[in-house]
């Protein structure tokens, strides 16, 4: 399906586009292609939702115009929140089943 649909897209696109397109995208359609991606493994999940989440927890403790010290302290203080949490989580989790 991706071989027909990228035929007929090389037809119809201006070159300027056809050369983006191949430049930054048709070597990695295994990546963002939905049929490929299923055999890469994300179970049909197609959300970024952990990555805005980090990205949220990012804005909220760095701000915009921090300087790098400071930037580098938040940032290992957030990612070791996030070990606290992910550890705490599966302590539940395993607590949980064993019982």
């Known amino acids: ?20 397109f191949n430049s930054n995208w048709h070597d990695i359609q295994h990546e963002w292609v939905k049929g490929f991606t299923f055999q890469s493994g994300n179970f049909l999940n197609f959300t970024n ?8 927890k990012l804005k909220s403790v760095i701000t915009k115009f921090s300087s790098l010290e400071e930037f ?8 070791e929140s996030m070990r606290i949490e992910r550890d705490s989580s599966i302590k539940k ?3 949980c089943s064993r019982w």
């Open 72 to 79: 580098l302290k938040k940032l290992y203080i957030i990612i």
């Open 49 to 56: 939702n952990r990555i805005e989440s980090i990205n949220s």
């Open 1 to 20: 399906m991706y071989n027909t649909l990228y035929a007929q897209f090389t037809r119809d696109v201006p070159q300027t586009v056809l050369n983006y």
């Open 93 to 95: 989790k395993t607590n």
